[in-house]
């Protein structure tokens, strides 16, 4: 009866001390407002320090993808918003999934071992990483989330990195042109830029509903 007294214990402490650490992070972590004044004060270099900001953005909790984007459409336009949150993303997703999978996948392993319907899940992610990573990007989960479980799972970086990369310049570029027109909210491009987002959001929705139509009957019967 010890054991899972011990085991009940343990997993309160960690629930507490990662609760206790997602309050810390809401009530400091900088906001993107805080953000831009910041990488606007460094003048010329801004590129360079918003492109470095975005590449540790995993190891920075809580610091939103969808902000930081929309920061780099305000601040660098849509066309080199778009590259620098491509290069920067590009960097982060390595470090969300080899962090994770450096300090997680072990521990993941174990608890695998232990659940039948969780090693079932894993081993569906292993198989189907492309696609599966493809999916989650398209539905614009938050994009350290997806790269931290993907880290976490047993698919190969290769399948992940790729299906990221392939999303990742057509979800720069709709965040960062909508981030240039908040500052005229009353313009063409503005609502232009919301129809964008709205169409964008609705492209995988369509496609699943699509995908799951039963296929018509060809077989000429009456």
């Known amino acids: ?40 004060g460094y003048g010329a270099a801004a590129p360079i320090i918003f492109i470095a ?4 953005k995993p190891l920075i909790f809580f610091l939103p993808s969808m902000g930081l984007t929309i920061v780099a459409g305000t601040l660098f336009g849509p066309f080199w918003g778009t590259v620098y949150v491509a290069i920067g993303g590009a960097g982060s997703t390595v470090i969300g999934f080899y962090g994770t999978r450096l300090f997680g996948r072990e521990r993941m392993k174990r608890i695998l071992s232990e659940r039948t319907r969780l090693f079932a899940i894993d081993e ?18 938050p994009w350290d989330i997806v790269s931290y479980a993907a880290g976490l799972s047993g698919m190969r970086f290769k399948d992940f990195y790729l299906a990221s990369l392939l999303m990742l310049v057509p979800t720069s570029f709709v965040y960062t042109y909508f981030g240039s027109t908040v500052g005229s909210v009353n313009s063409p491009q503005f609502f232009g830029a919301l129809a964008l987002l709205f169409v964008f959001g609705m ?13 018509e009957d060809s077989s000429g019967k009456e």
């Open 124 to 141: 569906k992610m292993t198989r189907g990483g492309f696609r599966t990573t493809l999916m989650l990007r398209a539905f614009n989960l």
């Open 203 to 215: 492209l995988p929705h369509l496609y699943m509903k699509v995908r799951k139509k039963p296929p």
């Open 1 to 40: 009866m010890k054991k899972p007294r011990a085991k009940t214990v343990r997993f309160a402490l960690n629930a507490a001390v990662i609760a206790a650490l997602i309050i810390i992070a809401y009530v400091y972590a900088p906001g993107p407002e805080d953000v831009k004044k910041t990488i606007a």
């Open 53 to 56: 900001i975005t590449i540790l």
